[in-house]
């Protein structure tokens, strides 16, 4: 371990003989050899978020990247990265919690089957950030502000309205510009506020008795406990 200017630090990451027995025994070989070292950089960080009312939370946080260079990708923007990755992971639980829906498993009982609807399920997500993001164009804002939940309720209560009548057989008056009265009904919904910075991991019994706060975040980085590298030659 090194100490860079910025306060992150130079790491040596080095398989143990127990990662290696576990290795070897899963593959059935016995003569494995050990992984090479890996060179990686560690970010240590406290994150103090202030809400609005004056409540704090302290949260430790490391970050190993293999992005080395501290003059190219300072210490405290590795944060700001990590932050931002994390939006991958909001679109992953749109689409298993709010396209899919929670506790719905895939019906595919094949791996081709289940590909199949998983990628019916990310079409469906794409079109339906589509919609938000042409309405928060209309709407003159972020696609932040508009909530894809609502979105993707208007886009099922228009495809239902939108058939033709059993009865009659013919489609509704709307029929003829679908896109353009679902775009005004997504615009007309209550907007969110953009750039939300708010707590988070609250559980269910907070959320319905402490409204969600403004926050501010104050970053520090810190240095690691680990130990000096050991750089003697291995048996």
């Keep these: 371990m090194r100490t860079l200017k910025d306060g992150s630090e130079l790491v040596l990451l080095r398989e143990s003989a127990g990662m290696l027995g576990k290795r070897r025994s899963a593959a059935g070989n016995r003569l494995l050899p050990r992984r090479p070292d890996t060179a990686a950089r560690l970010v240590c960080f406290t ?51 709010t396209v899919r829906g929670a506790g719905r498993e895939l019906r595919g009982q094949s791996p081709e089957l289940a590909r199949q609807e998983a990628w019916a399920l990310l079409l469906v997500h794409n079109m339906i950030a589509a919609m938000t993001a042409r309405a928060a164009h209309a709407a003159g804002t972020g696609i932040a502000a508009v909530s894809l939940a609502a979105v993707l309720a208007l886009v099922r209560g228009h495809v239902t309205a939108n058939t033709c009548c059993r009865h009659c057989g013919k489609r509704p008056s709307t029929a003829s510009d679908p896109l353009g009265s679902l775009a005004a009904a997504i615009t007309a919904q209550p907007l969110n506020r953009e750039n939300r910075s708010r707590t988070s991991g609250r559980t269910k019994t907070e959320r319905k008795k402490r409204r969600t706060e403004e926050a501010t975040y104050d970053l520090t980085i810190n240095p690691s406990n680990l130990p000096p590298a050991d750089t003697s030659p291995r048996t």
Aim: some cysteine; charged content about 25%; aromatic content about 8%.
């Design 47 to 97: 994150v103090l978020t202030t809400t609005r009312s004056g409540r704090t939370k302290k949260a430790q946080v490391r970050v190993l990247t293999t992005l080395l260079d501290p003059d190219a990708f300072p210490a405290r923007e590795i944060p700001a990265c990590y932050s931002r990755r994390w939006q991958v992971e909001t679109a992953f639980l749109h689409l298993k919690r």
